[in-house]
């Protein structure tokens, strides 16, 4: 299980800037790739070349508009949902870091463990009763609002005696998406027609919602968690020695904890209010990452929102086009990749423990 | 960051270094110390003994500021120790736990490394390598230095800890069975090690089981019993026969190692 780390040479303070800036190159590629192919694939195929040449023009550095309705079809349908992407992307990935460091447990994911429901649950609620009450805002703040009263539970009811049992979680996970999974159908007993069809597609996880006021109402949040998340890096390397030890180091851990439970909130809120629920990018990209770069946050946490936000962007791609032209919610395409991912992690936790008990 | 608020020279080790005053902790509603004074001075290894049960461990924790006090106090420097940021607490004293997790693979040096994070954006931050390398070399573990600490045996984890506070460069030092893992030799190089500290000025608290190693390394022992300090002062006069026999309730005899003069403790089988 660690065979990959002890075969590692030492790790002098070259290695440890080399390796992660190897991945952020590779990263940033596989992310530029991504949004290029995509951009160009779809009914109306638009090429490389003319997407970077429309980008130049409207950056004022030259090149022109695509001809016709490419124009239109590239930033008005291709470039929102695309952005949305790297944003939910790379919040979910960021998220899933932040939360495994804080629980110091490998299966924290703010799917599993229910937060994305329990965010949805505001969402949904939002659009069930029609609240405009912030105007595009609205969705954001009430899944923000869902979100941290769920974190706030989760984390409460999770912990004992400053530890988190992986059963306890995973647990507390079922139980918060059973309350979540009732109380959105609940709000889908009270909707119209209209309403059901809204948050049934939402409640799938897809990007195809996506237009640039949306983005705009999830840009705040996202941008703030994704600014916030590095500044606690250092502290969730002293937090893997555990809370005591943590604190024996001079961190202030139960103010970091609240901090941490408003930073993951945001950050789901951000990547549920417009896209859905898309589980599992939180909980195998950082791991991943882990295994490539080593544990440390000061490298994971960027590198876990670079390669969330590549992977979503590819994996949107793929549910867009398999099936063309009928398109695959994009929160089922990963799960289907995900699970499996999540039974290996599950069964190879249990072993290293010797069992739950 | 929080953790660059405001840098302060800890300075000297001051006298006491730390101490507790008719302390009293209560767990779980039962009271676990009742009443106790103690004073650690630096320069010093004091150890605590005493049967399972006996509350070494909840006086360790006291002197870390994990516990808060039924009555009485606890000082660091002189001040109430929640009086303090624990950024602050963090540049004088060092707790090592007794037990050894890391939740993810780290390596041995990173986990050294953390020990420095109290000195980060301090003066004493530009020292880190240094420290480092030399608190690896003191619990002879830096041929793990490359290793994911996940890897490591018990015994190995224990000295890569130890090597952790030993960098943390604190004026308190404070151990909860720093040997409890350890095979004879390392038992040895903790004892010698505690010896180097309190040599820089250190103040030592170690909870130990082994009466001999309290004996031959410690400048002063406390024998705990039931919440409270049966006796306090040099082992060779806390090594009492008939006292140890007493709160252990398991008859010894003490005897005067003739190299050392230390006191051995042999139970009477």
Redesign the interface.
Same mark, same amino acid.
């Given at each position: 299980m660690?065979a990959t780390? +002890?075969a590692? @040479? +030492?790790?002098g303070p070259l290695k440890r800037l080399a390796v992660p800036s190897a991945i952020a190159a590779l990263l940033v590629a596989v992310l530029g790739i991504g949004v290029l192919t995509s951009g160009a694939t779809g009914a109306f195929p638009i090429s490389a070349g003319d997407i970077l040449s429309s980008i130049g023009h409207r950056l004022g550095l030259g090149g022109a508009p695509v001809e016709g309705t490419g124009e239109s079809v590239l930033w008005n349908i291709r470039f929102p949902r695309i952005v949305l992407g790297v944003l939910v992307g790379a919040c979910l990935a960021c998220a899933g870091t932040l939360m495994q =460091?804080m629980f =110091?447990?490998?299966l924290a994911d703010p799917g599993i463990i229910g937060v994305s429901s329990g965010a949805a649950v505001g969402a949904v609620a939002s659009i069930a009763f029609g609240l405009v009450f912030a105007g595009n805002w609205t969705i954001s703040a009430c899944a923000f609002i869902a979100g941290l009263i769920t974190v706030t539970i989760v984390y409460l009811l999770s912990r004992s005696n400053g530890r988190t049992e992986v059963v306890t979680l995973v647990l507390t996970g079922i139980a918060v998406n059973g309350l979540a999974g009732a109380l959105i159908g609940l709000f889908i007993f009270f909707a119209d027609n209209d309403e059901i069809t809204a948050i049934t597609f939402w409640q799938m996880g897809s990007l195809s919602q996506a237009t640039w006021p949306k983005i705009l109402a999830v840009l705040p949040p996202a941008a703030l968690g994704l600014l916030l998340a590095p !500044?606690y890096a /250092? !502290?969730l390397? #002293? #937090?893997? #020695? =555990?809370e /005591? @030890?943590a !604190?024996? #180091? *001079?961190?202030?851990v139960e103010?970091m904890r609240i901090d941490l439970i408003v930073i993951v909130a945001l950050l789901t809120a951000a990547a549920v209010a417009v896209s859905g629920v898309i589980g599992f990018i939180g909980l195998v990209v950082p791991h991943l990452l882990?295994m490539a770069a =080593?544990? *440390?946050h000061r490298a994971l946490i960027p590198l876990s929102a670079m390669a969330g936000a590549a992977v979503l962007v590819w994996a949107d791609l793929a549910a867009r086009t398999v099936a063309a032209p009928a398109e695959i919610p994009l929160g089922v395409l990963t799960a289907l990749v995900g699970s499996p991912f999540f039974f290996w992690l599950l069964r190879r936790t249990r072993r290293r423990q010797g069992g739950w008990a | 960051m929080r953790l660059r608020a405001r840098p302060d020279a800890p300075g000297p080790v001051p006298d006491p270094a730390a101490a507790v005053r008719d302390l009293t902790v209560d767990l779980g509603g039962e009271p676990v110390l009742r009443g106790l004074d103690l004073e650690v001075r630096g320069g010093e290894v004091l150890s605590l003994v005493g049967p399972n049960g006996a509350g070494k461990s909840t006086l360790l924790s006291a002197l870390a500021g994990d516990l808060a006090p039924a009555s009485g106090e606890v000082e660091l420097w002189g001040r109430p120790i929640g009086d303090w940021h624990p950024a602050r607490v963090a540049r004088r004293r060092a707790v090592l736990p007794q037990a050894h997790r890391v939740s993810f693979p780290f390596t041995v040096a990173e986990v050294v490394a953390m020990g420095r994070a109290p000195w980060n954006g301090t003066p004493a931050a530009g020292e880190d390598a240094e420290r480092i390398a030399e608190a690896l070399a003191l619990a002879e573990a830096e041929s793990l230095a490359g290793r994911a600490f996940t890897s490591l045996s018990g015994g190995e984890q224990a000295r890569v800890m130890l090597a952790r506070i030993i960098a943390q460069q604190a004026g308190l030092v404070l151990l909860d069975e720093p040997t409890a893992a350890l095979d004879l030799r390392h038992q040895e190089m903790v004892g010698r090690l505690c010896r180097e500290l309190a040599e820089r000025g250190s103040a030592v608290v170690a909870v130990l089981h082994d009466l001999d190693l309290a004996g031959a390394y410690s400048d002063r022992c406390a024998l705990m019993d039931r919440g409270r300090i049966a006796a306090c002062g040099k082992p060779v006069e806390v090594f009492d026969a008939e006292r140890i026999g007493e709160v252990y309730r398991q008859p010894v005899k003490v005897e005067t190692d003739p190299d050392t003069g230390a006191p051995r403790v042999t139970p009477v089988r």
């Amino acid at each position: 299980m660690t065979a990959t780390v +002890e075969a590692a @040479p +030492e790790a002098g303070p070259l290695k440890r800037l080399a390796v992660p800036s190897a991945i952020a190159a590779l990263l940033v590629a596989v992310l530029g790739i991504g949004v290029l192919t995509s951009g160009a694939t779809g009914a109306f195929p638009i090429s490389a070349g003319d997407i970077l040449s429309s980008i130049g023009h409207r950056l004022g550095l030259g090149g022109a508009p695509v001809e016709g309705t490419g124009e239109s079809v590239l930033w008005n349908i291709r470039f929102p949902r695309i952005v949305l992407g790297v944003l939910v992307g790379a919040c979910l990935a960021c998220a899933g870091t932040l939360m495994q =460091g804080m629980f =110091g447990n490998p299966l924290a994911d703010p799917g599993i463990i229910g937060v994305s429901s329990g965010a949805a649950v505001g969402a949904v609620a939002s659009i069930a009763f029609g609240l405009v009450f912030a105007g595009n805002w609205t969705i954001s703040a009430c899944a923000f609002i869902a979100g941290l009263i769920t974190v706030t539970i989760v984390y409460l009811l999770s912990r004992s005696n400053g530890r988190t049992e992986v059963v306890t979680l995973v647990l507390t996970g079922i139980a918060v998406n059973g309350l979540a999974g009732a109380l959105i159908g609940l709000f889908i007993f009270f909707a119209d027609n209209d309403e059901i069809t809204a948050i049934t597609f939402w409640q799938m996880g897809s990007l195809s919602q996506a237009t640039w006021p949306k983005i705009l109402a999830v840009l705040p949040p996202a941008a703030l968690g994704l600014l916030l998340a590095p !500044r606690y890096a /250092r !502290r969730l390397d #002293l #937090l893997a #020695l =555990g809370e /005591r @030890p943590a !604190r024996h #180091l *001079g961190v202030d851990v139960e103010r970091m904890r609240i901090d941490l439970i408003v930073i993951v909130a945001l950050l789901t809120a951000a990547a549920v209010a417009v896209s859905g629920v898309i589980g599992f990018i939180g909980l195998v990209v950082p791991h991943l990452l882990r295994m490539a770069a =080593g544990p *440390g946050h000061r490298a994971l946490i960027p590198l876990s929102a670079m390669a969330g936000a590549a992977v979503l962007v590819w994996a949107d791609l793929a549910a867009r086009t398999v099936a063309a032209p009928a398109e695959i919610p994009l929160g089922v395409l990963t799960a289907l990749v995900g699970s499996p991912f999540f039974f290996w992690l599950l069964r190879r936790t249990r072993r290293r423990q010797g069992g739950w008990a | 960051m929080r953790l660059r608020a405001r840098p302060d020279a800890p300075g000297p080790v001051p006298d006491p270094a730390a101490a507790v005053r008719d302390l009293t902790v209560d767990l779980g509603g039962e009271p676990v110390l009742r009443g106790l004074d103690l004073e650690v001075r630096g320069g010093e290894v004091l150890s605590l003994v005493g049967p399972n049960g006996a509350g070494k461990s909840t006086l360790l924790s006291a002197l870390a500021g994990d516990l808060a006090p039924a009555s009485g106090e606890v000082e660091l420097w002189g001040r109430p120790i929640g009086d303090w940021h624990p950024a602050r607490v963090a540049r004088r004293r060092a707790v090592l736990p007794q037990a050894h997790r890391v939740s993810f693979p780290f390596t041995v040096a990173e986990v050294v490394a953390m020990g420095r994070a109290p000195w980060n954006g301090t003066p004493a931050a530009g020292e880190d390598a240094e420290r480092i390398a030399e608190a690896l070399a003191l619990a002879e573990a830096e041929s793990l230095a490359g290793r994911a600490f996940t890897s490591l045996s018990g015994g190995e984890q224990a000295r890569v800890m130890l090597a952790r506070i030993i960098a943390q460069q604190a004026g308190l030092v404070l151990l909860d069975e720093p040997t409890a893992a350890l095979d004879l030799r390392h038992q040895e190089m903790v004892g010698r090690l505690c010896r180097e500290l309190a040599e820089r000025g250190s103040a030592v608290v170690a909870v130990l089981h082994d009466l001999d190693l309290a004996g031959a390394y410690s400048d002063r022992c406390a024998l705990m019993d039931r919440g409270r300090i049966a006796a306090c002062g040099k082992p060779v006069e806390v090594f009492d026969a008939e006292r140890i026999g007493e709160v252990y309730r398991q008859p010894v005899k003490v005897e005067t190692d003739p190299d050392t003069g230390a006191p051995r403790v042999t139970p009477v089988r």
